[in-house]
Structures are given as C-alpha cells and as structure tokens.
C-alpha cells in the first residue's frame, strides 16, 4: 500500500512563492520517477515539472524558470518549489510516482491534492 500526501498550498499574491511537499509512504520511492501534477477546474490534470530516479529533470513550458522540483530520498519526500506565481497556477496539485515525463502515466492512486491559489 502507498500513500501520496501532499502539502504546503495556500492562498499567494500574484508573484508570490509557495513550497509544495509530497511524502510517498510505502514506496520505493528512490527507485521512481516522480512528478508534480495540477488540475484547474474545468480543465484536465498535467504534469508541470517532473524528476527521474537519477535527478533529470523536465517542465511544463509554463513553469520553466519559475518552478523548481526536487527531491529527497532519505524522507521519501518530492518538493516543488514555486516562485513569480500568476493566477493562472490556481489548481489542486497532486504529486505521484512512475513518471518524470508526458510520455507515460503515472502509477499510483491519486492523494488528495494540495490546492493552490493565486490572487491579483
């Protein structure tokens, strides 16, 4: 059994910065790709920055260079770290394990998300 939780969602100002975290319980987690995932309402979930078991990376145009992911294998946990948020990144993100990649789905049961909120 494996448990996504994530947190560190709240409410920024356009142009704020916020710190995700996803701790993969019951995982082999430094075996995995891992990858951060958002879902607006009304639109489909993505994949915004991904990192493989051997630390590269990948982003969603929108978030390179604004976005960083990371992540820490000895507490199992993946970071996203958001800087110069827009509106736009209002979304519930989610993290989850098998992909860094659009190229592949994801393997895990969804967790409950962390929403995130960006005002003007």
């Known amino acids: 059994q494996v448990q996504l939780v994530e947190s560190g969602g709240g409410l920024e100002q356009d142009g704020g910065s916020l710190r995700l975290s996803c701790v993969a319980y019951?995982?082999?987690?430094?075996?995995?790709?891992m990858g951060w995932y958002r879902q607006a309402p009304g639109k489909q979930r993505e994949l915004v920055a991904g990192i493989s078991n051997d630390f590269r990376t990948n982003y969603e145009d929108s978030a390179k260079g604004r976005f960083t992911i990371s992540r820490d294998n000895a507490k199992n946990t993946l970071y996203l770290q958001m800087n110069s948020l827009k509106p736009e990144d209002t979304a519930v993100y989610y993290c989850?394990?098998?992909?860094?990649?659009?190229?592949?789905?994801?393997?895990?049961?969804w967790g409950q998300g962390t929403q995130v909120t960006v005002s003007s």
């Open positions: 019951g995982s082999d987690f430094r075996r995995k790709s």
């Open positions: 989850n394990a098998g992909c860094y990649t659009r190229l592949c789905n994801p393997v895990l049961d």
